[in-house]
C-alpha cells in the first residue's frame, strides 16, 4: 500500500491559534513531503515541503515537523490567520509521483 | 516566470464524448505529471511524462491517455466520459534538478452529463 493517510479532515481554531495536521505514510521510498495549500476554484499551491533526512523546517509561520522511525510528519502555523482558511494536503513523494493525503479543511476564525 | 497553464478551465460533455485538456508547464521545466481531484477520491495521480515520453502512470483505465510535446506542453486525453470522469484535472510541472518539487496549475474542470 502506498497511502498517505492525514487527519484530522477538518479543524476549526481562532484567530492566533496553532493548528497542527497530522500525516503517516507507508511507503518508504518517499523521498520527500510536501504540503499544499488549497483555496476554492484554484490549484494546490505548495506551502513547505521538508526531506527523510531532516527532523524540523520552519518557513515563516509554518513548520514541518518529521519523524521518519514513525513514518508520520505534520504541519503546524504559527499565529494562523482566517486568509489561512483553506484545504491542506500532505503528500509523499517518489520519481515525480506525489501520493496525497485526503485534505484538512482548516476554518480561522476571526 | 509564468506558472503552469491549463486549458481550458471549465468544460461540460455529455456521456459518450471525448475530451482533450492542455498544459504548458513553467518555461524550463520538463517533467509534466497529471492528477484527478475529486471529493470522494482526493487527488490522484494519473501520469507523468518527460522528454516526450510516458515514465510513471497510475490505475486508471486506458480511457485515460497522454501526449508531451517537444516544447514540454502535454495534453491529457479521455474518451468515452463517464459521469464518474467528472472531476477537476491538474497539471503540474517540475524541473530535472528537483523531481518531486511540482508546482500545479489551476486545473480544468470537467462536468460529464
Known amino acids: 500500500q502506498q497511502q498517505v493517510k492525514q487527519s484530522p479532515q477538518s479543524l476549526i481554531v481562532q484567530k492566533g491559534g496553532i493548528p497542527i495536521i497530522n500525516c503517516a505514510y507507508e511507503?518508504?521510498?518517499?523521498?520527500?513531503f510536501p504540503w499544499y495549500q488549497q483555496f476554492p476554484g484554484k490549484g494546490p499551491a505548495l506551502l513547505i515541503a521538508?526531506?527523510?533526512?531532516?527532523s524540523e523546517k520552519k518557513e515563516g509561520r509554518f513548520t514541518i515537523s518529521f519523524n521518519k522511525s514513525a513514518k508520520q510528519f505534520s504541519l503546524h502555523i504559527m499565529d494562523s490567520q482566517p486568509g489561512d482558511s483553506a484545504t491542506y494536503f500532505c503528500?509523499?513523494?517518489?520519481?515525480?509521483?506525489?501520493?496525497f493525503g485526503k485534505g484538512t479543511l482548516l476554518t480561522v476564525n476571526p | 516566470k509564468a506558472g503552469v497553464t491549463q486549458t481550458p478551465r471549465y468544460l461540460i460533455k455529455t456521456r459518450g464524448q471525448q475530451v482533450t485538456l492542455s498544459c504548458s508547464p513553467i518555461?524550463?521545466?520538463?517533467?509534466v505529471s497529471w492528477y484527478q481531484q475529486t471529493p470522494g477520491q482526493g487527488l490522484q495521480f494519473l501520469f507523468e511524462?518527460?522528454?516526450?515520453?510516458?515514465?510513471n502512470k497510475g490505475n486508471f483505465p486506458g480511457r485515460f491517455s497522454g501526449r508531451q510535446f517537444s516544447n514540454s506542453r502535454s495534453e491529457m486525453n479521455v474518451s468515452t466520459l463517464e459521469l464518474g470522469d467528472s472531476a477537476l484535472y491538474l497539471c503540474?510541472?517540475?524541473?530535472?534538478?528537483?523531481?518531486?518539487?511540482?508546482?500545479f496549475g489551476a486545473g480544468t474542470r470537467l462536468s460529464v452529463l
Open positions: 503528500a509523499g513523494g517518489s520519481n515525480y509521483k506525489l501520493t
Open positions: 511524462y518527460f522528454s516526450e515520453t510516458q515514465r
Open positions: 521538508i526531506r527523510p533526512d531532516v
Open positions: 511507503n518508504t521510498a518517499f523521498d520527500y
Open positions: 503540474a510541472s517540475s524541473s530535472s534538478g528537483a523531481k518531486n518539487i511540482q508546482y
Open positions: 518555461s524550463g521545466h520538463r517533467s
